[in-house]
């Protein structure tokens, strides 16, 4: 790296136009430093959060930076984001009913015109102080290269005139195309969402070619079954034709539908009945599409999608040494750092400054704090800069609090005894126990009458078993002491039941009594059907779960679901704006299309059913699947999403509207059940792999409990940035001059 003549002592500066006159007094030494200082915390909060390090380093802007990334704006924001998104179940046509039945429905209550409009003008003027604020954060330049904020203010600005049109037809328009742009304001306020869409778009042109072979999978065998089971003077195999080959569009509804087995074997059967070499054509398409294809694809999109998340992930990482470097370089600046030092060095006592003031997890503060204390040297290398904050890095969550110390002999053995796991599997014996026994009454009760049942065993058990957990809760105390015990998350939960069952175990003998032969509290007033020994005994069922960390393939698989809760919301995120549009997409094309039969302004229409054709829409009572609003529209694209019986729904809309509404069923098929389930098993799938890996590699510290986040999950196969990308990526940087 090449250095000018004082460049040691000022390697980093802000740009000519924000330096007035810092030569110029000698007070401006003391101003710089402050500069410098907030400078360094900015970038290290960036570097924690991942953030581009990429804005104005003024005063002003990173004051203005710090406060729209504080923990009151961004929660401001995001209500706004959910307070817009929450409109669509209250807005014409609105949500609040009981049923979405069009058989029973009752009219719904619609706001008036102007208050949900009011509250979406509240909602874009905080948009448009969020596109500002990041607008001018980034500068002129970086804003015509950053297509997220184009889009934002291209999304504001026809969503603005969409709310002026609504308004001047007050609000009777049927078309608003500001609701279907809602949810670019969830997707853009995601840096994660953001990164996961990217990697789904790159993923595209693989998938591709797979969509492709299906496509002439299908082409081809829908022109065989053309002719196959062509129009014939047999009326049984008219059969086949009348009900799914009777033209193109059809013949292309069932098998698509095939490929998806939702209507294996119904679709086959009228052939099958005649001729048994049938079946080798339903079976041969079956195989070829379903099990060699589709999973096909689904190799493609995990190995694809798996390939550009870790590009993606290994961005963020780059980000995260970028924004610490930055930090080392404006901390070498500072004036106490000596100018004819051969290697620029930042002192403990600036960063100890910086880190008094920078917002992160203070288990990492802590622990850099102490890495300082323990270093010798007054000085830190750019290297020794860059290893501290490693600890940014590391997924250890918690250290459990060590047990009790007891003097006494008799308690040293009472804690053994008590600590030991076999008290553990002893409690999960006698959980398995209690288990048992309740499924037995209730095996045995299944067909008696509420009146011929005696719970007096049940209540008995009960007696028994919830005293026993309590005794096993305090033992472990003991053995463990309070704070060791509590910080183990399946003792929290242990305990949490045990006391919700002594409670309601107290509370049912409050009101019922205790239990004795032909007792049967369901007839004894304040709560019917013996509610509360019920909910007792649920309770108890769930606290069989405790026997999931002593073996060791369930409790992998459990947490395996719980990192997965953790980081699916950039996925559930993106399924949120795809339901969310798709939805107001279905409302606008099929609000008030399926009509109940009869007279449809009778409530209760009542009908034969057995007249009605079996497997379709109105026999099989579907009634309350329909777009007529916004809650509706979601659970009926959620039971399309699973594929069970969706081919009835093709059929029911296409009747009730038109032909072309199976391209908007197909379109939300291919995206939902194709390409974002096939995404979440890829997760599922890496998820898995790295926590089984790290089972057969087990850590030394028994006593630290892991979690796993995206990043994390590729942390062992990341590159760690070089020296000289660092250095290049911070030459580049539009706000600040690097002068070494």
């Known amino acids: 790296m090449e250095a000018g003549a004082g460049a040691e002592s000022e390697p980093l500066l802000p740009p000519r136009s924000w330096r007035r006159g810092r030569d110029a007094a000698e007070d401006g030494t003391g101003a710089d430093n402050d500069l410098y200082i907030n ?17 104005r380093v003024d005063s002003r802007s990173l004051w203005l930076y710090r406060w729209y990334y504080s923990r009151t704006c961004q929660w401001i924001l995001s209500l706004t984001i959910t307070v817009i998104l929450a ?36 909602c874009f003027l905080v948009f448009v102080v969020d596109v500002s604020v990041k607008s001018y954060l980034i500068g002129w330049e970086e804003f015509w290269k950053n297509k997220w904020l184009m889009a934002y203010i291209l999304t504001l600005i026809v969503s603005l005139t969409d709310w002026i049109v609504s308004l001047s037809f007050f609000c009777t328009e049927h078309v608003r195309i500001r609701r279907i742009l809602r949810p670019f304001f969830l997707l853009q306020n995601s840096s994660m969402m953001k990164k996961t869409l990217k990697s789904i778009n790159s993923t595209l042109p ?83 599409g379903n099990l060699f294809l589709m999973n096909l694809l689904t190799a493609i999109i995990y190995n694809q999608f798996r390939g550009y ?24 600046s500072l004036k106490e750092t000596h100018a004819n030092a051969q290697e620029s060095h930042v002192s403990t006592g600036a960063l100890l400054r910086v880190l008094h003031k920078v917002e992160m997890d203070s288990r990492c503060k802590q622990a850099i704090m102490r890495s300082l204390k323990m270093c010798s040297c007054d000085k830190l290398s750019a290297a020794q800069f860059q290893k501290l904050f490693e600890e940014v890095d590391k997924d250890a969550i918690k250290q459990h609090p060590p047990s009790p110390e007891y003097q006494s002999r008799f308690m040293q053995k009472m804690q053994f005894a008590f600590g030991h796991p076999y008290f553990g599997y002893l409690g999960n014996v006698v959980a398995l126990a209690n288990i048992v026994s309740i499924c037995v009454v209730l095996v045995l009760d299944a067909d008696k009458q509420p009146s011929e049942r005696d719970d007096f065993f049940l209540g008995a058990i009960n007696c028994f078993f919830i005293p026993y957990y309590l005794l096993e809760m305090l033992l472990k105390i003991l053995a463990m002491g309070l704070k060791r015990y509590w910080s183990y998350p399946s003792n929290r939960f242990d305990g949490l039941l045990t006391v919700i069952l002594l409670v309601l175990e107290i509370a049912t003998f409050a009101v ?19 509610d509360m020994v019920r909910l007792v005994n649920m309770l108890i069922v769930f ?10 393939f369930m409790a992998l698989v459990v947490t395996t679901l719980l990192d997965l809760v953790k980081n699916l919301r950039a996925f559930a995120g993106i399924l949120v704006v795809v339901f969310y549009a798709f939805a107001l997409t279905g409302i606008m094309l099929f609000k008030g299309a399926v009509v109940p039969l009869g007279n449809s302004s009778t ?3 009542t009908y034969d059913n057995s007249t009605l054709q079996c497997g379709t829409y109105e026999q099989l009572e579907y009634w309350p699947n329909n777009f007529d609003d916004f809650a509706a529209a979601v659970v009926t694209l959620w039971d399309v999403m699973v594929v069970n019986n969706w081919q009835v729904f093709l059929e029911a809309f296409s009747r009730y509207s038109s032909p072309w509404a199976k391209v908007y069923f197909v379109a939300w098929w291919l995206i939902s059940s194709v ?66």
């Open 39 to 55: 400078q360094a915390i900015v970038f290290i909060e960036d570097a924690i959060q991942y953030r581009s390090i990429n804005h």
């Open 87 to 122: 409109l669509a179940f209250i807005e014409k046509p609105s949500s609040l009913t009981i049923t979405s039945d069009v058989r029973y429905r009752v009219p719904a209550w619609n706001p008036p015109c102007g208050l949900t409009e009011s509250i979406e003008l509240l």
């Open 206 to 288: 693989e998938m591709a070619s797979v969509v492709l072979l299906l496509a002439v999978h299908l082409s081809l065998f829908t022109m065989f079954a053309m002719l196959l089971f062509a129009r014939t003077k047999d009326g049984q195999q008219d059969k086949e034709w009348v009900r799914y080959f009777r033209n193109l569009p059809d013949s292309l509804t069932s098998l698509l539908v095939l490929l998806t087995t939702a209507n294996n074997p119904d679709v086959m059967i009228p052939a099958y009945s005649k001729n048994r070499a049938y079946s080798i054509f339903f079976i041969l398409f079956t195989v070829l």
């Open 309 to 332: 998340l870790l590009k993606s992930v290994q961005s963020s990482l780059f980000r995260r040494r970028l924004g610490i470097r930055a930090a080392f370089e404006v901390l070498s």
């Open 512 to 530: 019922y009594g205790f239990p004795h032969p032909g007792w049967r509290p369901e007839f004894m007033g304040l709560l019917s059907l013996w």
């Open 543 to 552: 606290r069989f779960l405790r026997i999931i960390p002593n073996m060791k």
């Open 603 to 605: 409530i209760n229409t």
């Open 675 to 740: 390409i974002w389930v096939n995404l979440f098993v890829a997760l599922l799938l890496e998820n898995f792999i790295h926590k089984w890996d790290r089972r057969c590699h087990p850590e030394s510290l028994s006593d630290i409990e892991y979690q796993r986040t995206v990043e994390l999950m590729f942390r062992d196969v990341l590159e760690e940035p070089t020296e000289e990308e660092l250095m290049e990526k911070l030459h580049q940087h539009p706000h600040l001059q690097l002068c070494r």
